[in-house]
């Protein structure tokens, strides 16, 4: 068994800065790239940045230059500093990782439970 669990989240004033982590945990032979999504009321879930098992990052654009992904291969955990938050950023986060739990099995994706940003002054 496989889990993720994110913590981080919580309420700041525009402009301000939080960090939100994810942890996996049971079962895991290798994790291949973590996801950051989130999805606010009324929206589709988007994808907000991807780091591969290499360190490579993408991010969407409405967050470059605001947002860091970063991952520690030895914790098994994902990262996502964000800093100029603004009330848009508004929403639940979810972490996902593809990951596979034993050498000899197949490469499956995995969620958290999310966790609420809000924005707001």
């Known amino acids: 068994q496989v889990q993720l669990v994110e913590s981080g989240g919580g309420l700041v004033q525009p402009g301000g800065s939080l960090r939100l982590s994810c942890t996996a945990s049971?079962?895991?032979?290798?994790?291949?790239?973590m996801r950051w999504y989130r999805q606010a009321p009324g929206n589709q879930r988007e994808l907000v940045s991807v780091i591969t098992s290499g360190g490579t990052t993408t991010y969407t654009d409405s967050v470059k230059g605001r947002f860091t992904i970063s991952r520690d291969n030895g914790k098994n955990t994902v990262y996502l500093q964000m800093n100029s938050l603004k009330p848009e950023d508004t929403a639940v986060y979810y972490c996902?990782?593809?990951?596979?739990?034993?050498?000899?099995?197949?490469?499956?994706?995995?969620w958290g439970q999310g966790t609420q940003v809000t924005v707001s002054s």
């Open positions: 049971g079962t895991i032979f290798r994790i291949n790239a």
């Open positions: 996902n990782a593809n990951l596979r739990s034993t050498r000899w099995g197949y490469d499956s994706d995995y």
